[in-house]
């Protein structure tokens, strides 16, 4: 790296989940299933959900507030403001702009991100490249959801999955070889299908029959989309790796989406690491889309499992299909 290369960084963490706790005793009174089931074939045993009066707004004002405590940064710094999200309080305005005037941040511009569960990955990414480009300082990168609302509580395969929840970070320039040091962003349309929530857009708007025929709820075939999940993760790792002149053995420390143990747990050999350097966190909060990578980065920090200089790899994968993957040499912000 040059000496005069500017490369962004984390520098503020903060997470909210809601209050109300779905276990899979309480699935068990709601659809044909059991925690056997659930917890074998996904590795999931609670999840969270929102309450009647959290939107997902709401949800991404607490865990922004958190990061910009954390950060040491008033809502007034930020530049921009990226809200990666499937589930936004309405088609438009975007959420970005709602947390915007929540937060008070003045002069930041707001956008909504929409990558499926990958949305993180991809808003660190954008997000970056403003502060690389030196059209930004300060960053806020947003993963929130309310995938409660979108789910048939009526259809098993789908239901007992989902959680609710919000990470935030802020990127800031950061010293030295610190930083985002690569990225790699993936998508492939002809398996929109494989999941996806049919009606609701301009090809199937809202009518009785949409609404009769449960078009407006989360779809997914899941056999096909652990089959590409599987596929992905390692090969997103690679590249990476690859872009920053690394191999597997340079790895640190992986945070990868999460959304079922048995596809973390296949990552995990690919990449050659031992479980205990991966982060999960599946169990307690389900499928939380976008916001599971934040989500699962703060407990890391919190349980020490990262420490400054370390070679963090961050994949998703989700609706589109998408995926993606980022690098970061870890930044020790909390004792700069």
């Keep these: 790296m040059g000496c005069n290369e500017i490369r962004a960084g984390i520098v503020g963490v903060g997470t909210y989940v809601p209050e109300r706790v779905l276990t899979n005793a309480d699935m068990e009174n709601m659809v044909a299933t059991s925690d056997e089931w659930i917890r074998a074939r996904t590795g999931i045993r609670e999840r969270r959900v929102a309450s009647a009066e959290e939107a997902t707004s709401d949800l991404a004002l607490v865990a922004s507030r958190r990061a910009l405590e954390d950060a040491g ?6 530049d921009v403001i990226i809200v990666a999200t499937n589930t936004p309080d309405m088609l438009f305005p975007a959420t970005a702009c709602l947390l915007q005037d929540k937060l008070g941040a003045a002069k ?6 929409l990558a499926g569960c990958t949305g993180f990955i991809y808003g660190i990414a954008v997000g970056a490249q403003f502060i690389t480009a030196g059209t930004a300082r300060t960053v806020l990168v ?6 409660s609302r979108i789910v048939n509580w009526k259809d098993r395969s789908t239901c007992v999955l989902f ?50 025929a449960n078009m407006h709820y989360v779809h997914m075939n899941g056999r096909e989309v652990f089959k590409f999940a599987v596929r992905v993760m390692g090969e997103a790792a690679d590249e990476v790796l690859h872009q920053a002149g690394m191999g597997r ?7 990868p989406h999460q959304a079922n143990i048995r596809i973390i747990e296949h990552a995990a050999r690919k990449i050659g690491l031992p479980m205990e350097r991966v982060a999960v966190n599946v169990d307690r909060y389900g499928n939380t889309s976008t916001a599971s990578i934040p989500l699962a980065l703060e407990e890391a920090l919190q349980r020490g499992k990262i420490a400054d200089g370390d070679n963090v790899i961050m994949i998703g994968f989700g609706a589109g299909l998408t995926w993606g993957g980022l690098l970061v040499k870890w930044y020790d912000y909390k004792n700069r």
């Excluded at 053995?249 to 945070?255: A, L």
Aim: net charge negative; charged share 20%.
């Design 108 to 113: 930041a511009g707001a956008f909504d991100l």
């Design 142 to 147: 947003v993963g929130a959801e309310t995938l």
């Design 73 to 78: 940064v008033s809502a007034g710094e930020l």
């Design 249 to 255: 053995e340079d790895i640190d420390f992986f945070i």
């Design 163 to 212: 959680g609710d929840g919000a990470g935030a970070v802020v990127l800031r320039r950061v010293p030295g070889d610190r930083g985002v040091i690569s990225s790699v962003l993936r998508s492939d349309g002809g398996g929109g299908h494989l999941l996806h929530m049919p009606a609701g857009g301009s090809r199937q708007p809202a009518s009785v029959e949409t609404i009769t």
